[in-house]
């Protein structure tokens, strides 16, 4: 079983930059896809990013592409959401997760999750 732990979040202006990390332990992270997700209050979570177990593939919400880039350090056993030019439609609580086999964009594919890191972007 995998334990993640996301961290990163924060308050910031619109059009800055924030980059999440998810620490990973009990298990090595290379052999699981990583996604994160994002929940505004009131809303039901949404896929944002993914990649897949060795980086040859990333997967982007329409809503981050170009924006947000999500980056792996396997030896570190960890997963970044570097998000660039914020929005106030960024503003929620982010989740990174971890799933066998191939990137997915659904919430219920993903087998564990890190307890979230709230981003909030003012105007």
């Known amino acids: 079983q995998v334990l993640l732990v996301d961290s990163g979040g924060g308050l910031v202006q619109a059009g800055n930059s924030l980059r999440l990390s998810c620490a990973a332990s009990g298990r090595t992270l290379s052999t699981y896809s990583m996604g994160w997700f994002r929940q505004a209050p009131g809303k039901e979570r949404e896929f944002a990013a993914a990649i897949n177990r060795i980086s040859a593939i990333t997967r982007y919400a329409d809503s981050v592409k170009g924006r947000f880039t999500i980056s792996r350090d396997n030896a570190k056993n960890t997963v970044y959401l570097q998000m660039n030019i914020l929005k106030p439609e960024d503003t929620g609580v982010y989740y990174c997760?971890?799933?066998?086999?191939?990137?997915?964009?659904?919430?219920?594919?993903?087998?564990?999750w890190g307890q979230g890191t709230q981003v909030t972007v003012s105007s």
């Open positions: 997760a971890a799933r066998s086999g191939n990137t997915r964009l659904e919430v219920s594919e993903y087998d564990y």
